[in-house]
Protein backbone atom coordinates (compact mmCIF):
# COMPACT_ATOMS: atom_id res chain seq x y z
CA UNK A 1 0.00 0.00 0.00
CA UNK A 2 1.38 3.65 -0.93
CA UNK A 3 0.20 6.13 1.70
CA UNK A 4 0.49 9.79 2.34
CA UNK A 5 0.58 10.54 5.95
CA UNK A 6 -0.21 14.22 7.07
CA UNK A 7 0.88 15.38 10.72
CA UNK A 8 -0.94 18.99 10.82
CA UNK A 9 0.59 20.58 13.92
CA UNK A 10 -0.05 24.31 15.04
CA UNK A 11 2.95 26.09 13.45
CA UNK A 12 3.01 23.82 9.92
CA UNK A 13 2.34 20.61 8.79
CA UNK A 14 4.66 17.19 8.32
CA UNK A 15 4.17 14.40 6.08
CA UNK A 16 5.97 11.53 4.87
CA UNK A 17 5.02 9.04 2.35
CA UNK A 18 5.10 5.15 3.38
CA UNK A 19 5.12 2.30 0.79
CA UNK A 20 4.34 -1.27 2.40
CA UNK A 21 5.20 -0.17 5.40
CA UNK A 22 9.24 1.58 4.60
CA UNK A 23 9.30 4.93 4.61
CA UNK A 24 10.26 6.14 1.19
CA UNK A 25 10.25 10.14 1.56
CA UNK A 26 9.25 12.89 4.49
CA UNK A 27 8.96 16.81 4.27
CA UNK A 28 7.49 19.78 5.44
CA UNK A 29 4.14 21.93 4.09
CA UNK A 30 3.35 25.51 5.49
CA UNK A 31 -0.26 26.47 5.73
CA UNK A 32 -0.29 28.98 3.64
CA UNK A 33 0.95 26.89 0.70
CA UNK A 34 -0.98 23.74 1.21
CA UNK A 35 -3.61 24.94 -1.75
CA UNK A 36 -0.58 24.52 -4.23
CA UNK A 37 1.51 22.09 -3.04
CA UNK A 38 1.66 18.67 -4.97
CA UNK A 39 1.83 15.39 -3.05
CA UNK A 40 3.34 12.12 -3.88
CA UNK A 41 1.22 10.96 -6.59
CA UNK A 42 -0.51 6.89 -6.96
CA UNK A 43 -1.58 6.72 -3.50
CA UNK A 44 -4.06 4.48 -2.19
CA UNK A 45 -4.79 5.88 1.40
CA UNK A 46 -4.39 9.15 3.24
CA UNK A 47 -4.03 9.22 7.05
CA UNK A 48 -3.82 12.27 8.79
CA UNK A 49 -4.55 14.20 12.08
CA UNK A 50 -4.77 17.93 12.91
CA UNK A 51 -4.24 19.91 16.03
CA UNK A 52 -4.51 23.63 14.55
CA UNK A 53 -7.44 25.37 13.69
CA UNK A 54 -6.49 24.72 10.14
CA UNK A 55 -8.13 21.00 10.50
CA UNK A 56 -11.08 21.79 8.27
CA UNK A 57 -8.35 23.39 5.37
CA UNK A 58 -6.34 19.87 5.64
CA UNK A 59 -9.80 18.17 5.51
CA UNK A 60 -11.16 20.11 2.44
CA UNK A 61 -7.33 19.24 0.76
CA UNK A 62 -7.29 15.47 1.15
CA UNK A 63 -10.77 15.29 0.22
CA UNK A 64 -10.40 17.22 -3.07
CA UNK A 65 -7.60 14.54 -3.41
CA UNK A 66 -10.80 11.55 -4.20
CA UNK A 67 -8.20 9.14 -1.93
CA UNK A 68 -9.87 6.91 0.42
CA UNK A 69 -8.35 8.75 3.78
CA UNK A 70 -8.23 7.76 7.83
CA UNK A 71 -8.55 10.85 10.00
CA UNK A 72 -6.96 10.11 13.41
CA UNK A 73 -9.45 12.01 16.13
CA UNK A 74 -11.00 10.97 19.27
CA UNK A 75 -12.46 8.30 20.25
CA UNK A 76 -9.43 6.76 18.89
CA UNK A 77 -9.07 2.79 17.82
CA UNK A 78 -9.05 0.23 20.67
CA UNK A 79 -6.13 -1.91 20.97
CA UNK A 80 -3.52 0.65 20.57
CA UNK A 81 -2.76 2.55 23.76
CA UNK A 82 -3.76 1.02 27.00
CA UNK A 83 -3.62 3.94 29.48
CA UNK A 84 -4.59 5.63 32.48
CA UNK A 85 -5.17 8.71 31.00
CA UNK A 86 -8.61 9.82 29.83
CA UNK A 87 -8.24 8.84 26.07
CA UNK A 88 -11.23 11.31 24.86
CA UNK A 89 -8.78 14.16 26.43
CA UNK A 90 -5.84 13.51 24.54
CA UNK A 91 -4.83 14.70 21.35
CA UNK A 92 -4.40 13.11 18.10
CA UNK A 93 -1.18 14.26 17.81
CA UNK A 94 -0.08 12.71 21.19
CA UNK A 95 -1.72 9.54 21.14
CA UNK A 96 -0.05 9.15 17.97
CA UNK A 97 3.56 9.77 19.91
CA UNK A 98 2.23 7.49 22.33
CA UNK A 99 1.07 4.68 20.17
CA UNK A 100 4.37 4.85 17.70
CA UNK A 101 6.97 4.68 20.81
CA UNK A 102 4.73 1.57 22.37
CA UNK A 103 4.95 0.17 18.58
CA UNK A 104 8.90 0.40 18.79
CA UNK A 105 9.98 -0.19 22.03
CA UNK A 106 7.41 -2.81 23.40
CA UNK A 107 6.51 -2.67 27.23
CA UNK A 108 9.97 -0.94 27.92
CA UNK A 109 9.78 1.94 30.63
CA UNK A 110 9.90 5.05 28.83
CA UNK A 111 9.41 8.93 29.15
CA UNK A 112 8.61 10.52 25.91
CA UNK A 113 9.30 13.72 25.35
CA UNK A 114 8.10 15.65 22.13
CA UNK A 115 9.22 19.42 22.37
CA UNK A 116 6.40 21.14 20.09
CA UNK A 117 4.28 24.58 20.47
CA UNK A 118 4.01 22.72 23.62
CA UNK A 119 6.32 20.97 25.77
CA UNK A 120 4.65 17.00 26.30
CA UNK A 121 5.85 14.85 28.59
CA UNK A 122 4.62 11.27 28.81
CA UNK A 123 5.62 8.38 30.88
CA UNK A 124 4.88 4.70 29.97
CA UNK A 125 5.69 1.16 31.28
CA UNK A 126 5.32 -2.60 30.67
CA UNK A 127 3.31 -1.20 27.58
CA UNK A 128 0.92 1.05 29.04
CA UNK A 129 1.05 4.65 29.51
CA UNK A 130 0.50 5.97 32.77
CA UNK A 131 0.17 9.55 32.32
CA UNK A 132 2.43 12.81 31.56
CA UNK A 133 2.80 16.77 31.85
CA UNK A 134 1.86 19.25 29.45
CA UNK A 135 3.11 22.97 29.57
CA UNK A 136 4.68 25.47 27.53
CA UNK A 137 7.04 25.01 24.76
CA UNK A 138 10.41 27.43 23.83
CA UNK A 139 8.53 29.63 21.36
CA UNK A 140 4.96 30.03 23.58
CA UNK A 141 6.99 31.45 26.74
CA UNK A 142 9.05 33.62 24.78
CA UNK A 143 6.56 34.80 22.77
CA UNK A 144 4.47 35.11 26.56
CA UNK A 145 7.45 36.92 28.12
CA UNK A 146 6.95 39.24 25.02
CA UNK A 147 2.95 40.02 25.05
CA UNK A 148 2.53 40.37 28.73
CA UNK A 149 5.45 42.43 29.31
CA UNK A 150 6.29 46.26 28.50
CA UNK A 151 9.57 46.02 27.46
CA UNK A 152 10.55 42.30 26.63
CA UNK A 153 11.83 41.60 23.13
CA UNK A 154 10.27 39.18 20.79
CA UNK A 155 12.82 36.62 20.65
CA UNK A 156 13.38 33.24 18.25
CA UNK A 157 14.22 30.22 20.22
CA UNK A 158 18.58 29.84 21.40
CA UNK A 159 20.39 28.23 18.67
CA UNK A 160 23.74 28.09 19.92
CA UNK A 161 25.41 26.31 22.87
CA UNK A 162 23.77 27.15 26.61
CA UNK A 163 25.19 29.88 28.41
CA UNK A 164 24.90 30.66 32.43
CA UNK A 165 24.35 32.59 33.60
CA UNK A 166 22.35 35.16 30.86
CA UNK A 167 24.91 38.48 30.15
CA UNK A 168 22.10 40.67 28.60
CA UNK A 169 18.33 40.70 28.32
CA UNK A 170 18.06 38.86 25.51
CA UNK A 171 20.25 35.82 26.40
CA UNK A 172 18.49 35.79 30.18
CA UNK A 173 15.09 35.50 28.19
CA UNK A 174 16.39 32.49 25.95
CA UNK A 175 18.54 30.92 28.60
CA UNK A 176 15.68 31.00 31.30
CA UNK A 177 13.45 29.61 28.99
CA UNK A 178 15.81 26.69 27.45
CA UNK A 179 17.39 26.10 31.64
CA UNK A 180 13.52 26.11 32.47
CA UNK A 181 12.21 23.33 29.97
CA UNK A 182 15.62 21.13 30.67
CA UNK A 183 14.87 21.23 34.32
CA UNK A 184 10.86 20.04 34.03
CA UNK A 185 12.40 17.43 31.73
CA UNK A 186 15.20 16.31 34.18
CA UNK A 187 12.77 16.72 37.25
CA UNK A 188 10.47 14.31 35.14
CA UNK A 189 12.65 12.23 34.10
CA UNK A 190 14.30 12.02 37.25
CA UNK A 191 10.80 10.48 38.90
CA UNK A 192 10.14 8.05 36.34
CA UNK A 193 13.63 6.75 36.96
CA UNK A 194 12.83 6.14 40.89
CA UNK A 195 10.25 3.15 39.75
CA UNK A 196 12.33 2.52 36.70
CA UNK A 197 16.05 2.87 36.95
CA UNK A 198 16.34 1.66 32.99
CA UNK A 199 14.07 4.01 31.74
CA UNK A 200 14.54 4.73 28.22
CA UNK A 201 14.06 8.64 26.78
CA UNK A 202 12.69 9.05 23.32
CA UNK A 203 12.93 13.08 22.06
CA UNK A 204 10.84 14.23 19.41
CA UNK A 205 9.38 17.80 18.32
CA UNK A 206 10.70 20.69 16.44
CA UNK A 207 12.91 21.51 19.42
CA UNK A 208 14.00 18.10 19.87
CA UNK A 209 17.73 19.26 18.35
CA UNK A 210 18.31 21.89 21.13
CA UNK A 211 18.24 19.88 23.98
CA UNK A 212 19.57 16.24 22.22
CA UNK A 213 23.40 16.66 24.32
CA UNK A 214 21.43 17.60 27.56
CA UNK A 215 21.06 13.86 28.95
CA UNK A 216 22.97 11.70 30.54
CA UNK A 217 20.90 8.50 29.53
CA UNK A 218 20.70 7.18 26.13
CA UNK A 219 18.92 9.41 24.07
CA UNK A 220 16.31 7.81 21.21
CA UNK A 221 16.06 11.00 18.69
CA UNK A 222 12.85 10.61 16.91
CA UNK A 223 11.53 13.70 14.86
CA UNK A 224 9.20 11.68 12.89
CA UNK A 225 7.22 10.15 16.01
CA UNK A 226 3.55 11.33 15.66
CA UNK A 227 3.69 10.01 11.38
CA UNK A 228 5.66 6.52 12.72
CA UNK A 229 2.75 6.29 14.92
CA UNK A 230 0.34 7.59 12.56
CA UNK A 231 1.46 4.92 10.12
CA UNK A 232 1.13 2.11 12.86
CA UNK A 233 -2.29 3.15 13.22
CA UNK A 234 -3.48 2.81 9.89
CA UNK A 235 -1.58 -1.06 9.87
CA UNK A 236 -3.69 -1.83 12.76
CA UNK A 237 -6.87 -0.31 11.54
CA UNK A 238 -6.60 -2.04 7.73
CA UNK A 239 -5.73 -5.68 9.90
CA UNK A 240 -8.66 -5.07 12.60
CA UNK A 241 -11.75 -7.15 11.38
Known amino acids: ?66 INHFRLAAPFPDGLVNSHYNLLELGPDR ?5 GALHEFGPKPLVILSLGTCLTMDFCAE ?22 TGKLPLLHPPSGHAVW ?26 QAALQYPDVLVVLCGGDAPIFENAFEKPIFARPHLVLQGLAAIILHHDNTP
Request: proline share 3%; aromatic share 8%.
Open 1 to 66: MRCLLIDGGNSRIKWALVVQNQWIESGLVDYQALSVWCPPTNLDAIGWLCVSKAENQIQAFVEKLG
Open 95 to 99: FALIA
Open 127 to 148: GIHLGGFISPGLTMRLEAMHRF
Open 165 to 190: PGRHTAEAMQEGARQGILAEMKAFLA
